[in-house]
């Protein structure tokens, strides 16, 4: 079943409301994915009332994937009790070209996220991504060297988090983490 919510917080009450209603529409192999639009737009932080609220939508819930966004650009990746948690995905496409101000955060390399997720358990089996770059308002694969950056950016915000992603040879990025 899909829905939309409005949140006013991340409070244990929102919490407490999500698994309720998880509760009542929920059905046996059921993927669960939670799109929450929150934090600021530019800059790397996660705050801990974000990934406090993450956790718990998977340990109470059982949301497979918490696909977070609103940022500009790809965020830290988490993987908890084996599930995703995307805190920011960044914009697949957006009108910001020409905005000067951010420039360090390369909002114009986006990334396409391929989850592999285990319809038994709701587990994640694997997180491919593709880096990719929008030029005139059209996606285009990032170069070699915008693809590094972004490699090197990711591995730097995740690091916290036990993720990390390699280069495979077709241009991928995968994703591996300490596995629960």
Known sequence: MAGVNLLTDLSESSIAGIVEQMARVRRPGDVVIA?????????????EEQARFARALIDRAAVSIVHGHS???????????????????????N???????????????????????????GELVALAMVAL?????????????????????????????GSRLDLKPDGRFALSWRRD
């Open 35 to 47: 799109s929450i639009h929150w934090g600021a737009n530019w800059g790397n932080d996660v705050p």
């Open 71 to 93: 940022s500009h650009h790809a965020k830290a990746i988490e993987i908890h009790c084996n599930r995703l948690i995307l805190y920011g995905c960044g914009d697949f496409l």
């Open 95 to 121: 009108d910001y070209e020409g905005i000067r101000g951010y420039e360090e955060f390369r909002d114009d390399l986006p990334l396409m996220y391929f989850a592999d997720v285990d319809p038994a358990n």
């Open 133 to 161: 770059q929008i030029r005139r308002f059209q996606l285009v694969r990032a170069s070699q060297a915008d693809t590094d950056w972004l490699l090197r950016q990711f591995n730097q915000v995740s690091r916290a988090f």
